[in-house]
Structure formats: structure tokens, C-alpha cells
């Protein structure tokens, strides 16, 4: 099955920072790939969708990019509400649908 | 509003069976496909089955296929998930979740909030 590696596993950033986390496919995917946002104890929440497409009411301060294989999630200016785990998921080559394994940005 | 409601979890022994509805409203269930996502305690999230929007077509994950039977009720807008042989890895809290399409699962634009399952002796 296709594998997505999610880089880094953990970060600690400051509000204000800008964050960029990785995600590479195992084969290529074009742009079939979308970002989540879980924070403890609720669901995951979609933020971006076909790589770069922002989720309607999602803040404009996240963007995605990248097609193929290597893909990014940037937060362009880090809040408070933002600390959170997030996942990439690929949807090109399924069943099965598969996740990335996960970044945690915590508090510096 | 868009929601998805999910029920039926519980503490299971090994081997027993249990079943997941989730109630959908807000949307016109029967055109879009929906999906079955798990997260077992502290870790990440896992597929687990899909279901086109007519019910038609299923896939499962392989970690349940034979085990797992996903199904849907259009004209009672519920999403189920049958699941028998029940082992420990299949703790988590299993979440339903929507397509932005009918016939491909894609990616999910709305989850609820989750029910959880224990698998223990």
C-alpha cells in the first residue's frame, strides 16, 4: 500500500512563527492529497484539499503545496489555536485511503 | 447544519461482535460516499472502510476485511459498521466520516465526533 512520511514527527514553534511541515508519497500521487488538523480529544478537521485547495472557512494563514511526491503544509504566522497534530492523506491510489503518520506542533 | 452522530461503541470482549451506526443530517446522505476512519489510543489515524453513495460498492482496509461488513441506509440517512471477531488492536475510537463525492471516497470534509471501542478481557 501506498506510505506517506510525514517529517518532522514533533516541532515547538512560537506564536508568530512560520511552520512548514513535509509529507512524501512512496509513489507518485499528483496533486490527490489533503492536510487535517486534530486537536486533542476531537475529530480531525480538513484544511486543505487536491494539495492546495483551503477548505471554505479554514484561515488563509494555511496554505498547501507540491504535487508528485513531495508535498508541504505551511502556517504562515503560528496562533495560539493552531497547536494541534496534523495528517496528510492521500486519496489517489485506493483502497486503501492511507494517513501520514502525524506532526505535532506544540508550544516553544 | 452538516452532522454526523455516531453510536454503538463499547467494551468488548475478544471474539465478540459489535455494531456502529451514525446518523447523518444536514445533507443529502444517498449522494455522497462515506468512510469509516479509526484512531487507536496515542496513535495515528487509520482507514478502515468505504461505501459509495448508493451502497454498491465497499472497500475495506486489509486489517478487517472478513472481519468488518460496512453498510448504509439511505432512507434513514445511517451509516453502520459490523463488526465481529473483535481482536485488541481494534481499540480505538472509530469515527464517521463524509466524501466530498459519490462514488470515491477522496478525501473527508466532515467527521463526527467519534465512539469508542474496547477490545479486553
Known amino acids: 500500500a501506498m506510505q506517506l512520511t510525514q517529517s518532522p514527527s514533533s516541532l515547538s514553534a512560537s506564536v508568530g512563527d512560520r511552520v512548514t511541515i513535509s509529507c512524501r508519497a512512496s509513489q507518485g500521487i499528483s496533486s490527490a492529497l489533503a492536510w487535517y488538523q486534530q486537536k486533542p480529544g476531537k475529530a480531525p478537521k480538513l484544511l486543505i484539499y487536491?494539495?492546495?485547495s483551503l477548505e471554505s472557512g479554514v484561515p488563509s494563514r494555511f496554505s498547501g503545496s507540491g504535487s508528485g511526491t513531495d508535498f508541504t503544509l505551511t502556517i504562515s504566522s503560528l496562533q495560539p489555536e493552531d497547536f494541534a497534530t496534523y495528517y496528510c492523506?492521500?486519496?489517489?491510489?485506493?483502497?486503501?485511503?492511507?494517513f501520514g503518520g502525524g506532526t505535532k506542533v506544540e508550544i516553544k | 447544519e452538516v452532522q454526523l452522530l455516531e453510536s454503538g461503541g463499547g467494551l468488548i470482549q475478544p471474539g465478540g461482535s459489535l455494531r456502529l451506526s451514525c446518523a447523518a443530517s444536514?445533507?443529502?446522505?444517498?449522494?455522497?460516499?462515506m468512510s469509516w476512519v479509526r484512531q487507536a489510543p496515542g496513535k495515528g489515524l487509520e482507514w478502515v472502510s468505504g461505501?459509495?453513495?448508493?451502497?454498491?460498492?465497499?472497500d475495506y482496509a486489509d486489517s478487517v476485511k472478513g472481519r468488518f461488513i460496512i453498510s448504509r441506509d439511505n432512507s434513514n440517512n445511517t451509516l453502520y459498521l459490523q463488526m465481529k471477531s473483535l481482536r485488541a488492536d481494534d481499540t480505538a475510537v472509530y469515527y464517521c466520516a463524509k466524501s466530498p463525492a459519490y462514488n470515491y471516497y477522496y478525501f473527508m470534509d466532515v467527521w463526527g465526533k467519534g465512539t469508542t471501542v474496547g477490545v479486553s478481557s
Open positions: 487536491d494539495a492546495s
Open positions: 461505501i459509495s453513495g448508493s451502497g454498491g460498492g465497499t
Open positions: 492523506q492521500q486519496f489517489k491510489n485506493y483502497p486503501p485511503l492511507t
Open positions: 444536514g445533507f443529502t446522505f444517498k449522494k455522497y460516499a
